[in-house]
Every structure is written in C-alpha cells, then in structure tokens.
C-alpha cells in the first residue's frame, strides 16, 4: 500500500516563498507520474503541478512562473518551490502519486496560507 508524506506548508506574506516535499513508499508499480493539487472550501479541486516519470512538468496556468515541481533526491519524491506568493494560493495542498496503472494514492495534505 502506498504511504505519503508531505511537509512544508505554513503561514507566509505575500510575494513570500514556502517549499513543499512528498515522498512515496510502498508502491508494488511504478511511478506513472505525482504533483500536488489545491482545495479550497467551495471550490474544485485544482491541479496545480505535475512530475511525469519521463521528467515532464505540467503546471496550471495560475502557478506557471511562479511555482516549480522538481524531483528531490530520495527516490519517489518531489518538491514544490512556491515563490511570489499570492493571497489566492491559500488552500490545503495535496501530494498524489500516480503508478503505471495510474491508480491513485493521495497525501494528508498540508496547509499553505499566505496573508499579511
């Protein structure tokens, strides 16, 4: 069974940056792709960025520029480099890993409020 663990939301102003980690362990497949996705209350579920196993990068329109996913040392794992912060990319982050069969686990999600 796939087990995620994210960290690195938090509180910061706006034009801050926050980075975000997850890592994967337990999948008997591998990586078709992960990335993080944002909830806000009353509103749809967004995906926001997208680590493709092949190395691509998908990222929504709202964050392009500003937002980078990279793949972090250990193995299964990503980061989410947030800068120039907006009041708008308040929301519980979610980390979700994709296997080869593109069956979905998801994160716990972590906090990510940007205010002054």
């Known amino acids: 069974q796939v087990h995620l663990v994210e960290s690195g939301g938090g509180t910061v102003q706006p034009g801050g940056s926050l980075t975000l980690s997850c890592t994967a362990s337990g999948s008997t497949y591998p990586l078709n792709n992960m990335g993080w996705h944002r909830q806000v209350p009353g509103k749809e579920r967004e995906l926001l960025a997208v680590m493709q196993a092949t190395g691509g990068t998908y990222y929504h329109d709202a964050v392009k520029g500003r937002f980078t996913i990279a793949r972090a040392d250990a193995e299964n794992s990503v980061t989410l480099q947030m800068n120039s912060l907006k009041p708008e990319d308040t929301g519980v982050y979610l980390c979700?890993?994709?296997?080869?069969?593109?069956?979905?686990?998801w994160g716990q999600g972590t906090q990510v409020t940007v205010s002054s």
């Open positions: 979700y890993f994709a296997d080869q069969f593109l069956s979905i686990t």
